[in-house]
Structure formats: structure tokens, C-alpha cells
């Protein structure tokens, strides 16, 4: 069997032809060649002749006796493990007697270079030399919201954040540091206590009762507050520092009661005339997915679907869902109309007894065990709570995600990152937009946010 060709390599990762049920030989040594599709058919064709030549196999035998002490031999002359070069080389999970994964992290040393800065967000005053635990800057240089001494500081230090203080903000490398003297992000166990946490959230207050929105039910059971920004996540932080993640308004309101298959709960296309390939178009005149759901694409009107998050499996195998906004709603059919997981179209295979939710319309803010919805106006708008139990949130530590990404930048040389703590970031507002972006450099990642 030739392996994936691709474009200046062709890995050619051969496997002897097996009896129907079996399993076919690891490879240990795949041949790397100059690609072509053509360099794999020709070399396995060729293989499979060979092993396949009657007057060729009776030497099979003799041949395997030959080989044998010349394996033995090389594996006498083995050189030496190298030692990883990179910590993302090192394991950092074990597996238990149950066969799961088991988090297993290298224990956290603190190490600090020549020269020192101190970061206290809490406390801290970015007017400061920034130089001792005493003297420390509110924010890190690298932050935009740093200001005075603070945002004049750079070079190669090791910055230390404060124990037991949130640091809200995102961080642009600005600098490098050396092989010999990296640039640190760190904490010291004897400055402060608990963690340092690096968090890409706000936490929102002054609360109102009762939904300004007309689609949303049982009104007064749902709280709002204005924000500046659009968050995709919002979690609620217990007293006694438990986090729950509160979900964006979905229906069904399913949860997690199976955790082999987390997707139990979810609606199911029944597609009964055909059982895949159905298709409408939208208003642009493309042929998009039609999924058909005759038990609850039903007794609701078109705008309780239009223009909904939804999230269906897709195959043929992979199966793994995708988001996707509502565009068609054929109440006569019980169908959703909605673009393949490449971006439009009809991408994948949306086939019976897939599983599918929708999610982020107002009416769907109706589950007593919490959920929320943000009504987007401009770069900011309105964000509705429900807690679980109706709780207050006024007394109740609500975090809303503002930043993608904590740390980030073009150009990143031996910055070491450790004993810190990342928390609460959020994806893109348009989260149906395709992952690549051919505007980027490189191409396939999203602008961070």
C-alpha cells in the first residue's frame, strides 16, 4: 500500500498484501522520494509483483535466514537516544490501567535570568521602576494598555507576575531573547500565593433584571449588561473557585449524560425520502445541505430557525461537526438548509441519523440550568444571563471572554513561558467563517484577536 504523495515528498510506506481480516505489518523505515503520484504506483506496483511472482517466492525463506544476522548486527551498533530538544518533545501524559490518558506535567522549577521585573496587576503601578517585588509595573511592556515605565521597558528580562493575581490582558512579544539568556514569563513561589493567571476575560458587572429583547422567554427570569466587546464565552467562578462554562443559548438544551458519546442528546436527521445528497438552494442561488428533521423542524415559525449556529455532524467518516448558519427554513419538508463545513455549498455528506443542534438566537434562552445569548451592536452590544437556579449574578463572578490568544506575535525567539496559569480566552465572532485565511502570512490562521 503506497502512502500520501505530496507536493516534494512522497512517502511511500509499503505493507504486504494480508489475508481479509488481518492486519498488515507496521512500517518502521517509509522510503522518502522526489514526489508523484506516479513514484507510489510504480514502486508499490512493482512490490506487489514481485511478492507476488511464484518463482520468486521459494527464496523467500532463504532470504529472511540472510537478513537476520545482518538486523541483529545493526541493532548491536545502534547509536544513542538523542534527548528531546524542545519541551513540547518531552511526554507529559502517561497512560493508566484503564488505557486513558493521564496528565502527567514536568514539576515547575523557578528559574530567573540576570535581570528582573516585577508585574502585580492589582497592585502594581506602571510609573514604577518595575525592578523589586516593592517597586512593581501594573502591566507587562508588551501589553498596549502599558503605559510610563512600563511601556518604555525592553531588552531581555525575566518578568515575574505576582501569585494569587489575575493579570487581564494580551501580551505581543515585542522583543527576543538568546539562547544563553531567554526572554521568562514566570512566577515565584515566594512572591505571593495560589496562581498567576494570565486571563483573556472581563468580569462583568452592574447587572440589570429583566430581558430587553422581545424573542426571549420568561423575561424576568434573565438578567443583561452592556459590553464594549463581543465574547463568544462566558463562565461563571464560584466562591470556592469552581468554574462553570455557561453554554451559549442552544436547542435542544442537551447535556453530557452519556460521556462515551457526548452528541447522545442531540436532534437527528430522518432525511425519509433520501437518505443523503438533499439539497436547496439559498437566496444567492447556490445549491447548499437540506437536513430533514420531521419530528422537530415543526410548529415553530421560520424565524425560530433562520438564521441560527448550527452545529451537524458530516461524513462520510470523519463525522465531526462543524458550524454553519441556518440560510433556508422549508417548514413544508421539515428541512434546514445550510452550507458544507468548507465555507458554502455542499461540502461533506449530511446523511440520516446524523446529529445536529442549533444554537444563538434569543428564543433559545430558556434553560433553568444557565445559559446565555449576546445581541452584537457594533464592536460591542448586550449580554443576557439566566443562572442556574435564577441566581443573581450581581453576587456571582461572571467572566466574559475578550482575547483569542494571551501571548502572541510574528517573530517569537527563546521566550520560556512557566508557572503561569492561561485562562478564559474566546474564539472569533465569526465562528463560521472558514479556518484558512489565504491573507495571513502564513496563510491558514485567523488574525488574532
Given at each position: 500500500?503506497?502512502?500520501?504523495?505530496?507536493?516534494?515528498?512522497?512517502?511511500?510506506?509499503?505493507?504486504?498484501?494480508?489475508?481479509?481480516?488481518?492486519?498488515?505489518?507496521?512500517?518502521?523505515?517509509?522510503?522518502?522520494?522526489?514526489?508523484?503520484?506516479?513514484?507510489?504506483?510504480?514502486?508499490?506496483?512493482?512490490?506487489?509483483?514481485t511478492m507476488h511472482n511464484k518463482r520468486f517466492a521459494p527464496l523467500m525463506p532463504a532470504l529472511a535466514l540472510a537478513i537476520l544476522p545482518l538486523t541483529a548486527l545493526s541493532a548491536?551498533?545502534?547509536?544513542?537516544?538523542?534527548?528531546?530538544?524542545?519541551?513540547?518533545?518531552?511526554?507529559?501524559?502517561?497512560?493508566?490501567?484503564?488505557?486513558?490518558?493521564?496528565?502527567?506535567?514536568?514539576?515547575?522549577?523557578?528559574?530567573?535570568?540576570?535581570s528582573v521585573r516585577y508585574i502585580d496587576f492589582e497592585a502594581g503601578d506602571d510609573a514604577n521602576p518595575g525592578d523589586g517585588p516593592g517597586t512593581p509595573w501594573k502591566h507587562h511592556?508588551?501589553?498596549?494598555?502599558?503605559?510610563?515605565?512600563?511601556?518604555?521597558?525592553?531588552?531581555?528580562?525575566?518578568?515575574?507576575?505576582?501569585?494569587?493575581?489575575?493579570?487581564?490582558?494580551?501580551?505581543?512579544?515585542?522583543?527576543?531573547?538568546?539562547?544563553?539568556?531567554?526572554?521568562?514569563?514566570?512566577?515565584?513561589?515566594?512572591?505571593?500565593?495560589?496562581?498567576?493567571?494570565?486571563?483573556?476575560?472581563?468580569?462583568?458587572?452592574?447587572?440589570?433584571?429583566?430581558?430587553?429583547?422581545?424573542?426571549?422567554?420568561?423575561?424576568?427570569?434573565?438578567?443583561?449588561?452592556?459590553?464594549?466587546?463581543?465574547?463568544?464565552?462566558?463562565?461563571?467562578?464560584?466562591?470556592?473557585?469552581?468554574?462553570?462554562?455557561?453554554?451559549?443559548?442552544?436547542?435542544?438544551?442537551?447535556?453530557?449524560?452519556?460521556?462515551?458519546?457526548?452528541?447522545?442528546?442531540?436532534?437527528?436527521?430522518?432525511?425519509?425520502?433520501?437518505?443523503?445528497?438533499?439539497?436547496?438552494?439559498?437566496?444567492?442561488?447556490?445549491?447548499?445541505?437540506?437536513?430533514?428533521?420531521?419530528?422537530?423542524?415543526?410548529?415553530?415559525?421560520?424565524?425560530?430557525?433562520?438564521?441560527?449556529?448550527?452545529?451537524?455532524?458530516?461524513?462520510?467518516?470523519?463525522?465531526?461537526?462543524?458550524?454553519?448558519?441556518?440560510?433556508?427554513?422549508?417548514?413544508?419538508?421539515?428541512?434546514?438548509?445550510?452550507?458544507?463545513?468548507?465555507?458554502?455549498?455542499?461540502?461533506?455528506?449530511?446523511?440520516?441519523?446524523?446529529?445536529?443542534?442549533?444554537?444563538?438566537?434569543?428564543?433559545?434562552?430558556?434553560?433553568?440550568?444557565?445559559?446565555?445569548?449576546?445581541?452584537?451592536?457594533?464592536?460591542?452590544?448586550?449580554?443576557?444571563?439566566?443562572?442556574?437556579?435564577?441566581?443573581?449574578?450581581?453576587?456571582?463572578?461572571?467572566?466574559?471572554?475578550?482575547?483569542?490568544?494571551?501571548?502572541?506575535?510574528?517573530?517569537?525567539?527563546?521566550?520560556?513561558?512557566?508557572?503561569?496559569?492561561?485562562?478564559?480566552?474566546?474564539?472569533?465572532?465569526?465562528?463560521?467563517?472558514?479556518?484558512?485565511?489565504?491573507?495571513?502570512?502564513?496563510?491558514?490562521?485567523?488574525?488574532?484577536?
Amino acid at each position: 500500500m503506497a502512502g500520501p504523495c505530496v507536493r516534494g515528498a512522497c512517502v511511500c510506506d509499503y505493507t504486504k498484501t494480508v489475508p481479509e481480516g488481518s492486519y498488515p505489518e507496521p512500517v518502521q523505515n517509509p522510503v522518502l522520494r522526489p514526489s508523484s503520484a506516479r513514484c507510489c504506483r510504480l514502486e508499490n506496483g512493482g512490490y506487489n509483483r514481485t511478492m507476488h511472482n511464484k518463482r520468486f517466492a521459494p527464496l523467500m525463506p532463504a532470504l529472511a535466514l540472510a537478513i537476520l544476522p545482518l538486523t541483529a548486527l545493526s541493532a548491536d551498533r545502534e547509536a544513542p537516544i538523542t534527548p528531546a530538544r524542545w519541551s513540547w518533545q518531552d511526554a507529559c501524559a502517561g497512560v493508566d490501567a484503564k488505557g486513558d490518558l493521564a496528565w502527567q506535567p514536568r514539576p515547575f522549577v523557578f528559574q530567573k535570568g540576570a535581570s528582573v521585573r516585577y508585574i502585580d496587576f492589582e497592585a502594581g503601578d506602571d510609573a514604577n521602576p518595575g525592578d523589586g517585588p516593592g517597586t512593581p509595573w501594573k502591566h507587562h511592556p508588551w501589553d498596549s494598555q502599558a503605559a510610563g515605565k512600563s511601556a518604555a521597558g525592553s531588552g531581555v528580562h525575566t518578568y515575574i507576575f505576582k501569585r494569587g493575581v489575575v493579570y487581564r490582558g494580551r501580551l505581543e512579544v515585542k522583543d527576543a531573547g538568546r539562547p544563553d539568556e531567554p526572554i521568562r514569563l514566570t512566577s515565584d513561589p515566594a512572591w505571593g500565593s495560589g496562581e498567576a493567571v494570565l486571563c483573556g476575560s472581563e468580569r462583568v458587572i452592574g447587572w440589570a433584571r429583566g430581558a430587553t429583547h422581545k424573542d426571549i422567554p420568561e423575561p424576568d427570569k434573565v438578567w443583561w449588561a452592556d459590553l464594549s466587546f463581543a465574547p463568544r464565552s462566558v463562565w461563571s467562578v464560584g466562591k470556592d473557585g469552581a468554574i462553570l462554562r455557561i453554554p451559549l443559548a442552544r436547542t435542544p438544551n442537551w447535556k453530557v449524560s452519556n460521556p462515551d458519546d457526548v452528541k447522545s442528546e442531540w436532534w437527528v436527521w430522518d432525511n425519509p425520502r433520501k437518505a443523503f445528497g438533499n439539497t436547496i438552494t439559498n437566496a444567492s442561488g447556490q445549491a447548499i445541505h437540506l437536513g430533514i428533521d420531521t419530528r422537530h423542524i415543526k410548529d415553530k415559525p421560520e424565524d425560530y430557525f433562520k438564521g441560527a449556529l448550527i452545529w451537524p455532524e458530516y461524513g462520510w467518516v470523519m463525522s465531526g461537526p462543524y458550524p454553519a448558519e441556518v440560510e433556508v427554513v422549508d417548514l413544508k419538508q421539515h428541512g434546514l438548509g445550510f452550507g458544507g463545513w468548507t465555507g458554502g455549498g455542499t461540502g461533506g455528506v449530511i446523511m440520516r441519523n446524523m446529529r445536529y443542534y442549533l444554537e444563538d438566537k434569543p428564543q433559545y434562552l430558556d434553560d433553568p440550568e444557565g445559559e446565555y445569548w449576546f445581541e452584537k451592536k457594533g464592536q460591542g452590544g448586550r449580554l443576557y444571563v439566566r443562572l442556574p437556579g435564577g441566581a443573581d449574578p450581581n453576587g456571582a463572578q461572571i467572566e466574559a471572554g475578550k482575547h483569542m490568544n494571551l501571548v502572541t506575535g510574528e517573530k517569537v525567539e527563546h521566550v520560556h513561558i512557566s508557572g503561569l496559569t492561561f485562562r478564559f480566552t474566546t474564539p472569533a465572532w465569526d465562528i463560521t467563517s472558514a479556518s484558512w485565511d489565504f491573507s495571513t502570512k502564513p496563510w491558514g490562521l485567523r488574525p488574532a484577536m
